[in-house]
């Protein structure tokens, strides 16, 4: 039988960690994706991401939605979790609906839950930060049917992020005008010249049941899909409904779902807020975001990053080089990516290596399984 539903308010951080990382290919594979990877440190992503949020929420009240390629390796990874709280797609459907899943059962659970959402595969730097921001945003979306999104200050014209545009003062926040998805560069370069602009970090605080009622409103098939779906969790009937229902919700972001229609309603009307935060965010979208994060900490000589054992350079600067065995020497080259594993080979350029993704939706189509 379900657990009696809890009736206090209590947060419950949600990792969303479903993504393949192709854009870190050939490291990031299916089964051992960018979040999986120590790609900064000792510990994985994940790793990561769970221990900074553990002193606001225990590991029992922690959830992470992923894909059935992931799961056995957080299994492993992070075995003070909760089993039943790993919940593993029959197939992705973009964050929209993973969101309204965990917002579902957990409302079930707790009406009073306040929901953290987190990517499992971001950098922040200043952990004590990120926690006094996180907990200015817990108190925000506990005050009311408010929506909370950690913003980031930029730092030039990215035409990869979203941008929250920020209005007046508020809730010791400033409220939300609008979300714009991934600007040209034009109008990124716009954003920055005006000031109050703010990245899109992907980490959003509200409560349950203010999330479920905007699912309700502006994606009510996919919320009356993952109502039933939460209905079912905890039985024995749950991994059926799931396999049964899930691929029939839309395959839609978040962003595109609830913030950019709930942003039209206006800066007053909406009850979104943007907290902006300085506490060293890095999403590592690439080899080439990973090069100038590692580099601004580590401060290479000549700029090389060099991981693995027998590489020689000469004339060489502003290379990154992660060898697997091999000798590598690299000779009058400048500002490449080159990686190398048991079974694969990337050269690239720094400026070209966003397009690193394309290799693997091309190994997709010639189904070449063994390589993805």
Same mark, same amino acid.
């Not at 999986?36 to 949020?53: N, P, S, V, W």
């Given at each position: 039988?379900?657990?009696?539903?809890?009736?206090?308010?209590?947060?419950?951080?949600?990792?969303?960690?479903?993504?393949?990382?192709?854009?870190?290919?050939?490291?990031?594979?299916?089964?051992?994706?960018?979040?999986?990877?120590?790609?900064?440190?000792?510990?994985?992503?994940?790793?990561?991401?769970?221990?900074?949020?553990?002193?606001?929420?225990?590991?029992?009240?922690?959830?992470?939605?992923?894909?059935?390629?992931?799961?056995?390796?957080?299994?492993?990874?992070?075995?003070?979790?909760?089993?039943?709280?790993?919940?593993?797609?029959?197939?992705?459907?973009?964050?929209?609906?993973?969101?309204?899943?965990?917002?579902?059962?957990?409302?079930?659970?707790?009406?009073?839950?306040?929901?953290?959402?987190?990517?499992?595969?971001?950098?922040?730097?200043?952990?004590?930060?990120?926690?006094?921001?996180?907990?200015?945003?817990?108190?925000?979306?506990?005050?009311?049917?408010?929506?909370?999104?950690?913003?980031?200050?930029?730092?030039?014209?990215?035409?990869?992020?979203?941008?929250?545009?920020?209005?007046?003062?508020?809730?010791?926040?400033?409220?939300?005008?609008?979300?714009?998805?991934?600007?040209?560069?034009?109008?990124?370069?716009?954003?920055?010249?005006?000031?109050?602009?703010?990245?899109?970090?992907?980490?959003?605080?509200?409560?349950?049941?203010?999330?479920?009622?905007?699912?309700?409103?502006?994606?009510?098939?996919?919320?009356?899909?993952?109502?039933?779906?939460?209905?079912?969790?905890?039985?024995?009937?749950?991994?059926?409904?799931?396999?049964?229902?899930?691929?029939?919700?839309?395959?839609?972001?978040?962003?595109? !779902? /609830?913030? =950019?229609? +709930? &942003? @039209? #309603?206006?800066?007053?009307?909406?009850?979104?807020?943007?907290?902006? *935060?300085?506490?060293?965010?890095?999403?590592?979208?690439?080899?080439? !975001? /990973?090069? =100038?994060? +590692? &580099? @601004? #900490?580590?401060?290479?000589?000549?700029?090389?990053?060099?991981?693995? *054992?027998?590489?020689?350079?000469?004339?060489?600067?502003?290379?990154?080089?992660?060898?697997?065995?091999?000798?590598?020497?690299?000779?009058?080259?400048?500002?490449?990516?080159?990686?190398?594993?048991?079974?694969?080979?990337?050269?690239?350029?720094?400026?070209?290596?966003?397009?690193?993704?394309?290799?693997?939706?091309?190994?997709?189509?010639?189904?070449?399984?063994?390589?993805?």
């Amino acid at each position: 039988m379900p657990a009696k539903p809890v009736t206090q308010t209590k947060f419950y951080p949600v990792i969303l960690a479903g993504g393949r990382g192709t854009r870190f290919w050939p490291v990031s594979r299916r089964r051992r994706a960018k979040q999986l990877l120590a790609l900064d440190g000792k510990q994985t992503m994940i790793q990561q991401t769970m221990a900074r949020l553990l002193p606001s929420g225990s590991p029992d009240s922690c959830w992470i939605i992923t894909n059935q390629d992931s799961y056995r390796e957080i299994l492993r990874q992070l075995p003070r979790l909760n089993k039943s709280h790993i919940i593993a797609e029959p197939v992705g459907r973009n964050t929209a609906p993973a969101i309204g899943l965990a917002a579902s059962i957990l409302l079930r659970e707790n009406p009073k839950a306040i929901l953290g959402i987190f990517p499992s595969d971001h950098v922040i730097e200043d952990v004590q930060e990120f926690r006094r921001v996180l907990q200015q945003g817990i108190k925000i979306a506990t005050a009311g049917d408010n929506f909370v999104v950690m913003g980031i200050r930029p730092n030039r014209p990215e035409t990869g992020y979203g941008y929250i545009e920020a209005g007046s003062q508020s809730e010791n926040a400033l409220r939300v005008r609008r979300f714009t998805e991934k600007p040209d560069a034009a109008r990124a370069a716009n954003f920055i010249a005006e000031g109050n602009y703010y990245w899109n970090s992907g980490m959003f605080i509200w409560s349950a049941r203010t999330l479920m009622e905007a699912l309700q409103e502006h994606l009510p098939k996919t919320a009356k899909l993952v109502e039933e779906i939460a209905a079912s969790f905890g039985t024995a009937n749950f991994s059926r409904v799931f396999r049964q229902l899930y691929p029939k919700c839309e395959n839609i972001s978040i962003d595109y !779902a /609830l913030l =950019e229609p +709930q &942003s @039209a #309603k206006g800066e007053h009307e909406s009850n979104l807020y943007c907290l902006p *935060a300085n506490f060293g965010w890095n999403d590592l979208g690439s080899w080439t !975001a /990973l090069h =100038e994060h +590692q &580099s @601004a #900490k580590l401060k290479p000589q000549d700029g090389n990053l060099i991981s693995g *054992a027998g590489v020689f350079t000469l004339d060489a600067t502003g290379n990154l080089i992660q060898t697997n065995g091999k000798f590598v020497a690299a000779i009058g080259v400048h500002d490449l990516v080159i990686v190398e594993t048991d079974d694969a080979l990337l050269i690239t350029t720094r400026d070209r290596a966003q397009d690193t993704g394309k290799v693997v939706k091309f190994l997709d189509e010639k189904k070449l399984d063994g390589l993805v």
